[in-house]
């Protein structure tokens, strides 16, 4: 398969879509192909919208291709319609896959809309920062399939992934790929196969459009690696009981037998994420700092939510997301310090720079989303001295962090249009596979 001409074909684009126009954009493909598209309801998110699968194509098999599973991982909105014009104007394509595709574009339209105020500006780190959302693991779509472990059990299914379980339930799929997007790392993939020859194809794609592989620290310690910048899938039973959270959609698609593949590809991209030559630092010393700084980052939160924790009234989802996520983030933080002991090593270029990126992305996403649990008080006429007060100290730590990571880190955003266009190539070499 050519797959290098599909991601050409791939158009420019400059932002990304809000969750009424993705679905505006999903309606008139229906209304384009009206005998090869449909649309339908599979369910209905928290806050009563309306959860919409598009189904294209006729093949013997089944595909189900998943769109935001985090609601600030926007790139697969744009992949998910460039996939469904491809199959709709190239029935070789469609014909040589052999699947009917199962399209979710949006799996969190209410965390999604949560974020729409930087869709319109995706290179803006600041106002990134400033319109953030994400829920912490125990409210993704993502990480609430049902799990049992050992004594472990997950049983708090949201209305979203059960949503999707019904869909892979009833279509038993024989494919399925979920769509993410980081920040400043560089572009990887999971495989819940050992797959050797599959794994080097994708790590092959992202240097097409001239996107580095990421070479820092695995997203998780521990992580096993089929290729460069490939890792076999973590089980839902190591990461879930962890964290409090359930399993992910690939314990669920193994129930199929599934192929399942998850791409990440950065919103900004850094040649240094793929520079494995050695530095004069320590490996344990980059990674002590960065640990100190989140350490330092939580305490300060931790603090500044103890200072308002009497005032605060609004149980709106950035507060959630800031309880919760410290939680979370305190724990990865007391894994890092018990990871600290054995033999040394020079940390890479990639390595050092991821460690320095995730305490900038860190900082950014969790101050970002306090401030806007501040601003949900001070909006619903609950503006105490307390709030007040921390709100006005927090802005000024905020900006300092802003202008720390931008100096730390001064490449551009990566053009939409390349982010997407490997993502669509994976999804074509694992269909094809």
Known sequence: MKVAEYMSRVPGYTAFPSVDALHAELDAAAAAHPDLVRIRHIGTSRLGEPLRVLTVGDGPADAVVIGGPHPNEPVGFRTVTALITLLCQD????ARLGYRWHF??????DGARLNEGWYGRPGDRRAYAEHFYRPDLADQVEWTFPLSAGDYRFDRTLPETAALMRLMDEVEP??????????????????????????HRLAELPGLEGLPLHHGEPELPGSQPIAPAVHATPSGARVGAAFGAGASSADYAARFGALHLVTEVPMWADERVSDRTETGTGHQEIVAAATAARRELIDTLETALSSVAEDLTVRSPFRRSTEATLRTFRTLTEQADESLPGPDRPATVAERFDHRQSVHLFRLRLLGTFLRMLDAEIAAGNPTPAIRTQRRLLAERFDRWVQEAETDSPSSATEIRKLV???LGAVLLAAAS
Do not use: I, K
């Not at 029935?91 to 469609?94: C, E, S, T, V």
């Not at 979710?104 to 339209?109: G, H, Q, R, S």
């Not at 769509?179 to 790392?185: A, S, V, Y």
């Open 174 to 199: 024989s494919f399925v790929c979920s769509l993410h997007n980081g920040e400043h790392q560089g572009a990887f993939f999971y495989l819940n196969r050992d797959d050797a020859t599959l794994a």
């Open 104 to 109: 979710l574009a949006c799996a969190d339209p």
């Open 91 to 94: 029935a070789a394509l469609r």
């Open 421 to 423: 266009a490997v993502q």
